[in-house]
């Protein structure tokens, strides 16, 4: 896990006033991080590499940046659309200019670019981008060759937000911490790999506390059994409500099964088609350890729901139930909600936070998470995404690991199986949601066809051998 901060301008602040190292100090660093990660992927020496700078410090970066490459590569460019403003800028580039590094004026006519590292805007990008900037970085991103870009993909704001058009990197080594501003939906076809860049102090007393976290693989702890004398029941009984359309519970309960439970009972009304292994009844079991309800729930039976809902058992709640005003009244600590950005704009709008629609809800992602988590601490919230957006107890965690392959029917209710799974085997509500994430994203990753051919089963069997 790694921390993610909302800015790092005041971590940057506390490494000149607390550890007395300077600007210049923090720039040099962050163009060696460049130049290293531009060492592992460009190879041969009479590469072209073209540096692109703004006017501020991000422009600076880059600037710094073609001095430390001169000993390695002989055709670097830089191009500086708009000259310079900030005076490390000025700097650097009195500096630069006293070693005959070639700038070009224009890069309407230039060819073979092998490398192009966006040094353009960073953190400072505050308003949208006038006509020039834009043919700019939309010229950059038609070049083919290998991108970098400097701290974030210029035309990504510190909200994340993209006015018009960004720069589409292949990685992005950002300075000194990760930031909020790299985790939007939008900004995740920019990205491309993330990397930070060390600012030559260690990441214990460069950071700070902070309440969002970035997930990673070796964060995910698969419900390996240690116990060797066990028997069914030591791994929880999971209980899946099956609704009219009945296939989004039978994954569930399939999901929940392959994961782990001991025992999975599905709740039917009348007696369904469903794999040998899973029990049927019309009434939750008396040792059920947890929940899942409201996938493919259609019409249901209030009174019936409200009896599930009461009892003080851990659940995993999903779609059709976030659209109806009983769900105010159980946001516990028992809970674990899995909206998609339309159920959890109806969700925000029931409990009185925001009227919003789903294009303002994207944009704004972690700041309605946060809100949530803010009126509702005890209860774990698993919003839908390309990044997911998992939070409890004020605190968020960000999985993004997610691909377009799992943009499909049935991927969700196989979550909802496989949190469910890990709540009957007595992973906490918040532990659940983030290991069963995990699990789901990781094995989509790792399925080896095209993008489009992914099915709930292939998730299954997935899981069998992540
Ligand atoms: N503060 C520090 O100690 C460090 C800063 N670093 C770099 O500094 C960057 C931040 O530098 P700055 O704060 O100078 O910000 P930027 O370099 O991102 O850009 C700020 C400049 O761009 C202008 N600008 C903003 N939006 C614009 C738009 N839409 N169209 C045209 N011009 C626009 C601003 O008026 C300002 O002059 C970071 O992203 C990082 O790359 C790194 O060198 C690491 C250390
Ligand atoms: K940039």
Do not use: W
């Not at 981008?129 to 970085?137: D, F, T």
């Not at 990397?195 to 700070?208: M, R, T």
């Not at 070796?218 to 060797?228: A, C, G, M």
């Amino acid at each position: 896990m790694k921390k993610v901060f909302n800015e790092v301008s005041s971590l940057d602040k506390k490494c000149y006033e607390k550890y007395l190292l300077s600007e210049e100090i923090l720039m040099e660093h962050a163009a060696l991080s460049l130049k290293n990660e531009i060492e592992k992927k460009v190879k041969n020496h009479n590469s072209n590499i073209l540096i692109v700078c703004g006017v501020g410090n991000n422009g600076a970066d880059g600037i710094t940046l073609s001095r430390l490459l001169q000993n390695r590569y002989k055709n670097i460019i830089l191009y500086l659309p708009f000259g310079v403003k900030s005076n490390m800028a000025k700097i650097q580039l009195s500096r630069v200019n006293t070693l005959k590094i070639k700038q070009i004026d224009t890069i309407e006519d230039i060819k073979d670019i092998d490398l192009v590292v966006d040094c353009l805007f960073g953190s400072g990008l505050n308003k949208p981008l006038n006509n020039e900037a834009k043919k700019i970085i939309e010229n950059l991103n038609s070049i083919n060759a290998k991108k970098i870009s400097c701290d974030i993909p210029s035309g990504i704001n510190s909200e994340g937000y993209i006015y018009d058009i960004a720069f589409k990197a292949d990685t992005t080594i950002t300075m000194g911490a990760l930031k909020i501003s790299l985790f939007s939906d939008i900004a995740k076809e920019y990205i491309g790999k993330l990397k930070v860049g060390n600012l030559g102090i260690s990441d214990e007393l460069y950071e700070e506390k902070t309440n969002i976290y970035f997930l990673e693989k070796s964060d995910l702890q698969l419900p390996l059994r240690k116990e060797i004398n066990s028997h069914k029941g030591t791994f929880g009984h999971a209980c899946v409500v099956i609704g009219s359309k009945k296939g989004a519970g039978i994954l569930a309960s399939d999901a929940a099964f392959n994961f782990g439970a001991g025992l999975v009972t599905a709740m039917v009304h009348e007696e369904i088609q469903m794999p040998y292994y899973i029990m049927q009844s019309h009434n939750i079991p008396e040792n059920t350890t947890a929940i899942a309800m409201g996938m493919g729930l259609g019409l249901y039976d209030k009174i019936e729901i409200r009896k599930i809902l009461d009892l003080k058992i851990k659940k995993v709640i999903d779609a059709d139930l976030f659209y109806d005003e009983i769900i105010l009244d159980y946001l516990d600590e028992n809970l674990v909600l899995t909206p998609h950005p339309k159920e959890f704009c109806a969700l925000l709008k029931l409990i009185g936070i925001a009227n919003i629609d789903v294009n303002d809800l994207q944009k704004n992602r972690i700041k309605y998470v946060k809100e949530f988590s803010n009126k509702y601490p005890k209860t774990t919230l698993l919003l839908k995404g390309a990044n997911v957006l998992i939070s409890q107890n004020q605190k968020i965690y960000i999985n993004t690991f997610g691909t377009t392959s799992l943009s499909k029917g049935g991927s969700g209710d196989i979550l909802s199986g496989l949190i469910v799974s890990l709540l009957a085997q007595g992973y906490s509500c918040k532990d659940s949601a983030i290991n069963a994430s995990l699990a789901h994203t990781l094995v989509a990753k790792k399925y080896r066809y095209n993008n489009y051919s992914l099915t709930p089963n292939d998730l299954i069997k997935g899981i069998k051998n992540i």
